[in-house]
Protein backbone atom coordinates (compact mmCIF):
# COMPACT_ATOMS: atom_id res chain seq x y z
CA UNK A 1 0.00 0.00 0.00
CA UNK A 2 0.84 3.61 -0.34
CA UNK A 3 1.42 3.72 3.68
CA UNK A 4 1.17 1.94 6.80
CA UNK A 5 -1.83 1.02 8.27
CA UNK A 6 -2.98 0.00 11.11
CA UNK A 7 -6.17 -1.32 12.38
CA UNK A 8 -8.33 -0.86 14.46
CA UNK A 9 -8.09 3.01 14.86
CA UNK A 10 -9.81 2.92 18.09
CA UNK A 11 -10.28 0.46 20.20
CA UNK A 12 -12.06 0.50 23.85
CA UNK A 13 -11.93 -2.61 25.42
CA UNK A 14 -12.84 -4.15 29.45
CA UNK A 15 -9.95 -4.58 31.84
CA UNK A 16 -8.56 -8.28 31.74
CA UNK A 17 -9.21 -8.31 28.41
CA UNK A 18 -7.02 -9.58 25.32
CA UNK A 19 -6.49 -7.26 22.65
CA UNK A 20 -4.76 -7.50 19.36
CA UNK A 21 -3.48 -4.74 16.81
CA UNK A 22 -2.48 -4.70 13.59
CA UNK A 23 0.12 -2.91 11.56
CA UNK A 24 0.24 -3.63 7.38
CA UNK A 25 4.16 -2.04 6.30
CA UNK A 26 4.54 -0.23 3.21
CA UNK A 27 5.86 -2.62 0.70
CA UNK A 28 9.61 -3.35 0.79
CA UNK A 29 10.14 -2.34 4.07
CA UNK A 30 12.33 -4.61 5.82
CA UNK A 31 12.10 -2.53 9.49
CA UNK A 32 9.00 -2.48 11.67
CA UNK A 33 9.08 -0.44 14.95
CA UNK A 34 6.14 -0.49 16.80
CA UNK A 35 5.85 2.24 19.63
CA UNK A 36 3.16 3.66 22.31
CA UNK A 37 2.35 6.65 23.08
CA UNK A 38 0.53 7.87 26.27
CA UNK A 39 -1.62 10.90 26.26
CA UNK A 40 0.89 14.24 26.27
CA UNK A 41 3.54 11.77 26.15
CA UNK A 42 6.39 11.12 23.80
CA UNK A 43 6.97 7.93 21.53
CA UNK A 44 7.99 5.02 23.96
CA UNK A 45 10.35 2.33 21.94
CA UNK A 46 8.08 -1.40 22.22
CA UNK A 47 9.61 -3.66 19.57
CA UNK A 48 11.69 -3.68 16.61
CA UNK A 49 11.58 -5.92 13.31
CA UNK A 50 14.31 -6.99 10.44
CA UNK A 51 14.06 -8.88 7.81
CA UNK A 52 13.91 -12.56 9.41
CA UNK A 53 16.71 -11.33 12.31
CA UNK A 54 15.03 -12.13 15.77
CA UNK A 55 13.17 -9.31 16.68
CA UNK A 56 14.68 -6.37 19.35
CA UNK A 57 12.11 -6.68 22.42
CA UNK A 58 13.80 -4.61 24.94
CA UNK A 59 11.25 -2.13 25.00
CA UNK A 60 8.10 -3.95 25.94
CA UNK A 61 7.18 -2.97 29.52
CA UNK A 62 5.70 -6.75 31.04
CA UNK A 63 5.37 -10.05 29.22
CA UNK A 64 2.00 -9.38 28.71
CA UNK A 65 2.97 -7.66 25.88
CA UNK A 66 4.06 -9.37 22.69
CA UNK A 67 4.42 -9.11 19.07
CA UNK A 68 4.62 -11.47 16.16
CA UNK A 69 5.83 -10.49 11.86
CA UNK A 70 5.32 -12.43 9.52
CA UNK A 71 8.49 -12.22 6.87
CA UNK A 72 8.40 -8.79 5.77
CA UNK A 73 4.64 -8.07 5.98
CA UNK A 74 2.48 -7.49 8.98
CA UNK A 75 2.48 -7.20 12.37
CA UNK A 76 0.54 -7.89 15.67
CA UNK A 77 0.64 -6.42 18.42
CA UNK A 78 -0.94 -8.80 21.35
CA UNK A 79 -1.72 -6.92 24.96
CA UNK A 80 -2.63 -9.83 27.18
CA UNK A 81 -5.21 -8.54 30.61
CA UNK A 82 -5.02 -5.15 29.62
CA UNK A 83 -4.44 -2.58 32.16
CA UNK A 84 -5.69 0.77 32.54
CA UNK A 85 -2.45 1.64 32.09
CA UNK A 86 -2.25 0.28 28.64
CA UNK A 87 -4.48 3.34 27.68
CA UNK A 88 -2.72 4.68 25.14
CA UNK A 89 -1.87 5.03 21.74
CA UNK A 90 0.40 2.22 19.93
CA UNK A 91 2.14 3.35 16.56
CA UNK A 92 3.85 1.32 14.27
CA UNK A 93 6.37 2.47 11.95
CA UNK A 94 8.04 0.81 8.84
CA UNK A 95 11.63 1.50 6.87
CA UNK A 96 13.66 0.33 3.99
CA UNK A 97 16.24 -0.39 6.39
CA UNK A 98 18.19 -0.12 9.50
CA UNK A 99 21.12 1.87 8.75
CA UNK A 100 21.69 5.13 7.33
CA UNK A 101 18.95 7.88 6.66
CA UNK A 102 16.08 5.72 6.04
CA UNK A 103 13.12 7.47 7.29
CA UNK A 104 10.39 5.91 9.52
CA UNK A 105 6.64 6.29 8.05
CA UNK A 106 4.42 6.18 10.91
CA UNK A 107 0.93 4.97 10.70
CA UNK A 108 -1.77 6.67 12.25
CA UNK A 109 -1.66 4.69 15.43
CA UNK A 110 -4.21 2.39 17.15
CA UNK A 111 -5.74 3.97 20.28
CA UNK A 112 -6.63 1.81 22.85
CA UNK A 113 -8.66 2.49 26.10
CA UNK A 114 -8.95 0.44 28.55
CA UNK A 115 -11.93 0.63 30.91
CA UNK B 1 22.40 7.06 28.51
CA UNK B 2 21.04 7.97 24.84
CA UNK B 3 18.62 11.21 25.91
CA UNK B 4 16.94 13.82 23.96
CA UNK B 5 15.35 16.96 25.51
CA UNK B 6 13.39 19.47 23.91
CA UNK B 7 12.23 22.66 24.60
CA UNK B 8 10.04 24.80 25.30
CA UNK B 9 7.35 21.56 25.96
CA UNK B 10 4.43 24.01 24.54
CA UNK B 11 4.17 27.50 22.52
CA UNK B 12 1.90 29.06 21.96
CA UNK B 13 1.99 31.72 18.80
CA UNK B 14 -0.21 34.45 16.50
CA UNK B 15 -0.69 32.92 12.76
CA UNK B 16 2.62 34.92 10.90
CA UNK B 17 4.69 35.23 13.93
CA UNK B 18 8.06 32.82 13.57
CA UNK B 19 9.42 30.30 16.25
CA UNK B 20 12.31 28.51 17.22
CA UNK B 21 12.43 25.04 18.74
CA UNK B 22 14.97 23.20 20.29
CA UNK B 23 16.56 20.36 20.42
CA UNK B 24 19.81 19.13 22.75
CA UNK B 25 21.19 15.61 22.66
CA UNK B 26 23.63 13.17 24.25
CA UNK B 27 23.09 10.11 21.91
CA UNK B 28 26.80 8.58 20.85
CA UNK B 29 27.49 7.92 18.40
CA UNK B 30 25.61 10.18 16.33
CA UNK B 31 24.81 8.91 13.41
CA UNK B 32 21.50 11.55 12.14
CA UNK B 33 18.83 14.00 13.69
CA UNK B 34 15.53 14.21 12.13
CA UNK B 35 12.66 16.36 13.04
CA UNK B 36 8.91 15.17 12.42
CA UNK B 37 5.48 16.99 12.74
CA UNK B 38 3.21 14.98 14.71
CA UNK B 39 -0.70 16.83 13.56
CA UNK B 40 -3.46 15.64 16.28
CA UNK B 41 -4.28 12.15 15.85
CA UNK B 42 -2.18 11.40 13.14
CA UNK B 43 1.15 9.79 13.13
CA UNK B 44 4.57 11.78 12.81
CA UNK B 45 5.63 12.70 9.40
CA UNK B 46 9.36 13.64 8.84
CA UNK B 47 10.38 17.28 7.65
CA UNK B 48 14.17 17.16 7.55
CA UNK B 49 16.92 14.73 8.43
CA UNK B 50 20.37 15.93 9.03
CA UNK B 51 23.85 14.17 8.95
CA UNK B 52 26.94 15.23 10.88
CA UNK B 53 28.34 17.18 8.25
CA UNK B 54 24.99 19.09 7.41
CA UNK B 55 25.00 22.97 9.00
CA UNK B 56 21.23 23.74 8.35
CA UNK B 57 18.82 22.63 6.20
CA UNK B 58 15.55 23.65 5.15
CA UNK B 59 11.81 22.58 4.22
CA UNK B 60 9.69 25.11 2.93
CA UNK B 61 9.04 27.39 5.97
CA UNK B 62 10.79 24.89 8.43
CA UNK B 63 14.53 25.23 8.67
CA UNK B 64 16.85 23.17 10.97
CA UNK B 65 20.01 23.36 12.24
CA UNK B 66 22.99 21.44 13.62
CA UNK B 67 25.69 21.78 15.95
CA UNK B 68 27.26 18.48 16.32
CA UNK B 69 29.59 20.29 18.41
CA UNK B 70 27.28 21.49 20.98
CA UNK B 71 24.60 18.42 20.24
CA UNK B 72 22.10 21.38 20.03
CA UNK B 73 19.56 21.31 16.39
CA UNK B 74 16.99 23.90 16.39
CA UNK B 75 13.74 23.99 14.27
CA UNK B 76 12.41 27.49 13.30
CA UNK B 77 8.93 27.94 11.58
CA UNK B 78 8.92 30.73 9.15
CA UNK B 79 5.24 32.79 9.23
CA UNK B 80 3.51 30.29 11.14
CA UNK B 81 0.27 29.34 9.59
CA UNK B 82 -2.52 27.94 11.79
CA UNK B 83 -1.95 24.41 9.61
CA UNK B 84 1.64 24.35 11.55
CA UNK B 85 -0.03 23.41 15.05
CA UNK B 86 0.75 20.17 16.08
CA UNK B 87 3.59 18.61 18.21
CA UNK B 88 7.15 18.94 17.02
CA UNK B 89 9.57 15.59 17.68
CA UNK B 90 13.45 15.28 17.35
CA UNK B 91 14.58 12.13 16.68
CA UNK B 92 18.32 11.09 17.02
CA UNK B 93 20.06 8.05 15.90
CA UNK B 94 23.10 6.59 16.84
CA UNK B 95 25.28 4.94 14.31
CA UNK B 96 25.58 1.22 15.10
CA UNK B 97 23.85 -2.09 14.14
CA UNK B 98 20.96 -2.69 16.51
CA UNK B 99 17.70 -1.45 16.11
CA UNK B 100 16.37 0.39 18.59
CA UNK B 101 19.21 2.73 17.75
CA UNK B 102 16.90 6.27 17.70
CA UNK B 103 16.24 8.49 20.61
CA UNK B 104 13.06 10.51 20.67
CA UNK B 105 12.67 13.60 22.24
CA UNK B 106 9.16 14.18 24.29
CA UNK B 107 8.21 16.51 21.60
CA UNK B 108 7.32 20.60 21.28
CA UNK B 109 3.39 20.80 21.50
CA UNK B 110 2.96 24.43 19.35
CA UNK B 111 -0.41 26.19 18.93
CA UNK B 112 -0.76 28.76 16.34
CA UNK B 113 -3.67 31.10 16.84
CA UNK B 114 -5.51 33.34 14.55
Known amino acids: GAGVSQSPSNKVTEKGKDVELRCDPI?????LYWYRQRLGQGLEFLIYFQGNSAPDKSGLPSDRFSAERTGESVSTLTIQRTQQEDSAVYLC?????????????FGAGSRLTVL | KNQVEQSPQSLIILEGKNCTLQ??????????LRWYKQDTGRGPVSLTIMTFSENTKSNGRYTATLDADTKQSSLHITASQLSDSASYICVVSARNNAGNMLTFGGGTRLMVKP
Open chain 1, 27 to 31: SGHTA
Open chain 1, 93 to 105: ASSRAVSGANVLT
Open chain 2, 23 to 32: CNYTVSPFSN
